[in-house]
């Protein structure tokens, strides 16, 4: 799921109570329908007898960490690179290095998924 960073930084200082709709939506500065959908999608929530929608602020949290978009790997191995088609990182076949100037490289390969041809920038730490 895609959440907005505001809601990533907010979520964690939210208090340990019980949140209506409309307090919860205006502690992360979202619109309350935004909320009541991903309410409906399974974010934690209990309705009491008088079916008032109720929040619990930590378990609001938890759940925002545990959906939130997860980070890429800082760096890749030499034989590697992302592939702008498959959206994900792929092992190069035939990889050639192609010097540009001083210590800039491109490595230049084919994604095995979908063969399509990716170019990866970096710098050649032997050159020098």
């Given amino acids: 799921m895609n959440l ?6 907010k979520a964690p200082g939210l208090l340990p109570m019980l949140y209506k709709v409309s307090e919860l939506a205006s502690d992360l500065e979202i619109p309350e329908r935004t909320l009541r ?3 409906d999608t399974g974010a934690p929530h209990h309705r009491d007898e008088k079916s008032h929608l109720w929040v619990n602020g930590q378990m609001f949290a938890k759940w925002v960490q545990e959906n939130r978009k997860q980070k890429r790997p800082a760096s890749l191995a030499d034989h590697q690179a992302y592939c702008l088609r498959c959206k994900k990182v792929v092992e190069l076949i035939e ?8 210590k800039l490289i491109n490595i230049q390969g084919s994604c095995p998924d979908c063969s399509c041809t990716i170019n990866r920038g970096g710098r050649d730490g032997k050159a020098g």
């Fill in 4 to 9: 907005p960073h505001q809601v990533i930084v």
């Fill in 37 to 39: 959908d991903w309410l």
């Fill in 95 to 102: 990889p050639q290095v192609i010097h540009i100037k001083g």
